[in-house]
């Protein structure tokens, strides 16, 4: 924490009045799901900007509708103190507070000539792009690898929060795997989400390295049933069963920890769990199969996206429907069977996924695939037993490679006033 | 060519009609550049969406107004042949002129249900997104490494397409550097540009194998003054002085290869030099500097682009005025002065740079930077120079690392019932 713009000044209501512009109407609106979205009429960038809220019971960037671009960075704590801590915390709540209603971190204008910008700069002009910044504690935050307990918080890790145990066909990379913090940066423009992240790295200066990151350039679900659904480099739509901010009661069930969740994390209230999952698909291999592969391996047809049991993209999939043949319409072996929530105890998740393509391998093959968010309430009885049967029966799987994961506690919403992680540090 | 889409049959004028819909203009407006840039009223992904005419007498992407986003790919031909050089050009034209205009590779539906799919579909229902494929010939091409004319092409090799000799300060890693040809898919979303770049990266398998490729997420320089000039990763406006297509004049003079440019490749004539530079910042050191120090090596204010000898965006630098101080007011070794075209014999580039960020190196440091591309009528009298002496008196060096290099000679546009190098081949 040696940086002029670790610590920035609060932000006085004055002067945020004076960034936002006459007419502006920052945090006003909301919706069922508890996130504030709002729309300002006025803005420090020009008219008719988005933003959303930071302030709430939940983390935005969750049943947030999916911005179009991600980037995802995970940091491993080199502050040694509790105190150190809170004051990193402390700094990216205000810096997160700041970027994402498209301000500056620091405070803006004037600069001090001969001190580094409080901000780098790159993002001035743009518009906030509907940023959003969401946090989580991986669970080397409450025991680092020899067990220690850094911080003083041991006590209060989450008995679900613990490194994902080792799937068939995991061929995880370390450099890409893990982490104490995370941050998901989603928006509309990738310069603001990097822009986000090289900040907070920056803020992060002395406290906490960055470990590893992801860009991401296309959403791969719909999180709002406004969206349409998008496709992923399958070629195939992704995530249209997925839940959606419209059904607060489903969300409520398979999202937002409750209060009596887990009787050492009462500070997990409000949160969640995010899992992600760093999926290469091997696309060279996959455009070489025949259309009728593709579609009985996924068991929905491409162009459309309905299932092959019949009907449109929103249809419920029979899977009890058979064929001329005797055969089920939807394989057996299919991804839509496996993944059905009436095959996996009725669970289901909000996933957040994004395409990403890093460049080419040796072979010249591109090192692309699915950036894989999903936000659970229970990693334990979500996303692992379904990952279990998943990496063992999915037909899929043999054009998949997982090479990079992370499992983190989403700690809830910022409240005026407070900052981040602040149930769980005081 | 092993592949059922890599020879897509030709596109009838009918069915294009069949997909460009009723009220389609496609290829009808153009400006004084040559570039026909056609707002379709009606086309295959909706109402009113953008899309560049793929044929003309210069390749579209070099003066068309800058996009947002870059795909950027270097292939080695595997093809021993130029019978079979010749074919994988051909497809790729076919698959170029359809992708540009928003239409699936391989004609489209109906689809062989026992065959893979002509086109791999992630781009399906998205709009054109503008996107333009720029295509380029190294000088391996001509010349392998080991001095062979694979292709019967080596009397034709231009003088000035040689490797780019060493400069100061380069530490160019061999797997971001040369390939026999280059793609630059420039669009809107970077989706539309992935979805080319593995397209043809597909239909050229068996015949040319991706190299390297460079994802870029925000342009760095203004093609047209119809653009604001946007930000790279140091927060300063970049491009301020860059050509214009509204100076037809200047682009003649300085990015399109003249008739008489060059005895042996006439070929090259209304096409041009790509200069292509992987450019990594030292953001965290940088960011650390103030700003007085930033503005000083710039020789430009960081909040409105203005030179420091006074202004706005838009004056002309004075690089004669001095301060109280009796120093210019320019600095000896700013980037603005030593770039400026008086310092260098009146030379002038056309550049169509990307901002990168590639994950980050062991230290938690960003791999991030300036993706520079340039087209010049000239390396030899416009590139070279300039960066010779960038790169032994740029006060800015101290903060770059240049890891990639490529410089490829790019073909006049393709004429309706031409392909892709066809001066150079036939």
Redesign the interface.
């Known amino acids: 924490m040696t940086?002029p713009s670790a610590t920035p000044p609060p932000v006085s209501r004055r002067r945020l009045l004076g960034y936002a512009g006459a007419g502006a109407a920052v945090g006003a609106a909301g919706f069922a799901g508890g996130i504030g979205a709002a729309r300002a009429t006025d803005g420090p960038h020009g008219e008719g900007v988005d933003r959303y809220a930071f302030h709430g019971t939940h983390q935005a960037g969750i049943v947030t509708p999916a911005q179009d671009?991600l980037?995802f960075a995970a940091f491993?704590v080199t502050a040694t103190s509790r105190a150190e801590l809170l004051l990193l915390l402390k700094a990216w709540t205000a810096a997160a507070a700041a970027m994402t209603q498209g301000r500056p971190v620091g405070g803006g204008?004037p600069?001090?000539?001969?001190?580094?910008?409080g901000?780098?700069?790159?993002?001035?002009?743009l518009p906030p792009g509907r940023l959003t910044l969401t946090f989580g504690f991986g669970p080397s935050l409450f025991r680092d690898a020899d067990g220690k307990d850094r911080f003083g918080i041991a006590d209060r890790q989450p008995a679900a929060l613990r490194r994902l145990p080792h799937f068939p066909a995991d061929a995880l990379q370390e450099?890409r795997s893990d982490g104490d913090l995370c941050v998901q940066a989603c928006a509309d423009?990738?310069?603001v989400a990097?822009h986000a992240?090289?900040n907070l790295?920056?803020i992060a200066?002395g406290s906490a390295?960055?470990?590893?990151?992801?860009?991401g350039?296309?959403r791969t679900s719909s999180t709002s049933t406004s969206q349409?659904t998008p496709?992923?480099?399958?070629?195939?739509k992704d995530g249209t069963a997925n839940l959606k901010a419209e059904e607060p009661k489903a969300v409520d069930e398979h999202v937002w920890v409750g209060q009596g969740d887990d009787d050492g994390a009462a500070w997990l209230a409000d949160g969640s769990f995010l899992v992600a999952r760093r999926i290469n698909m091997m696309?060279?291999t996959w455009?070489?199969?025949?259309?009728?592969e593709?579609e009985t391996l996924v068991g929905r047809d491409?162009?459309v996206g309905a299932p092959l049991s019949g009907g449109t993209e929103f249809t419920e999939p029979d899977l009890s429907l058979k064929g001329n043949d005797g055969q089920p319409l939807v394989a057996m072996s299919s991804h839509v069977r496996l993944a059905h929530p009436t095959q996996n105890n009725g669970v289901r998740m909000l996933r957040r996924g994004y395409?990403f393509?890093?460049?080419?391998d040796?072979?010249?093959?591109?090192d692309?695939g699915l950036f894989f968010i999903a936000y659970v309430r229970d990693p334990a009885t979500q996303y692992i037993p379904m990952q279990t049967r998943l990496s063992r029966d999915d037909g899929l799987m043999e054009y998949l490679r997982h090479t990079g994961s992370g499992l983190f506690a989403v700690p809830p919403g910022v409240r005026k006033g407070g900052f981040l992680g602040d149930t769980l540090l005081t």
Chains 1, 2 share one sequence.
């Open positions: 940086e671009r980037h491993d204008v600069l001090p000539y001969d001190a580094p910008p901000d780098t700069g790159e993002a001035a002009g450099q423009d990738p310069q990097v992240i090289r790295s920056r200066f390295a960055l470990r590893w990151s992801q860009l350039f296309g349409a496709r992923n480099l399958f070629g195939f696309i060279e455009d070489r199969t025949s259309l009728r593709q491409r162009h395409n393509t890093d460049g080419n040796d072979l010249g093959r591109l692309a």
